[in-house]
């Protein structure tokens, strides 16, 4: 069995910080996840990763830890980490940043820019692309083939 790949448009921030949601409720249940979020700057990664913590019940200010490159939360009793490596300089830094106290076997990496930490990251279990659209924004999701069965059952996520 290959894995999804589902692509939709996306009209406005308001519809990728609710494709954000809706992704954070049909993954809920995994243990562990590692999601890599592509896209040039201003393609709405972070505001998917908004939308997806508010949805797990995250408040005030979120935004791009570009220069804290992680920022950890604690959700719906679980820890999540949202790390924007763009001003990573180095993948090995990965290490000097302590992401691993926080294993991804049992937590949430929402990464930005993963291809700055190309070599010292854990494989994904879903990529995410972002793309501006002249309608908005394009979405496509690649998931892994443990993850293919939540995917195809959240299909409807355009809908």
């Not at 589902?6 to 999601?35: C, H, K, N, S, Y």
């Not at 998917?48 to 791009?64: H, K």
């Not at 279990?125 to 083939?145: M, P, T």
């Amino acid at each position: 069995m290959s894995a999804p790949v589902i692509r939709f448009e996306l009209a406005d921030p308001a519809a990728t910080e609710a494709i954000g949601a809706r992704l954070a409720r049909a993954l809920a249940q995994r243990p562990g996840l590692v999601v890599f979020l592509h896209g040039d700057l201003g393609a709405g990664k972070t505001t998917l990763v908004r939308g997806w913590l508010r949805e797990l019940g995250a408040t005030g200010a979120i935004r791009s830890p570009t220069f804290t490159l992680v920022e950890p939360y604690e959700l719906a009793g679980r820890s999540l980490l949202h790390l924007d490596l763009y001003r990573l300089s180095d993948a090995a830094e990965l290490e000097q940043l302590g992401v691993y106290d926080t294993p991804p076997e049992s937590s949430v990496w929402l990464v930005e820019w993963p291809e700055r930490g190309a070599g010292q990251l854990p494989e994904p279990d879903l990529k995410i692309f972002l793309q501006v659209a002249a309608a908005g924004r394009e979405i496509r999701l690649e998931a892994n083939e443990a993850l293919a069965p939540l995917l195809a059952a959240a299909a409807s996520l355009s809908g």
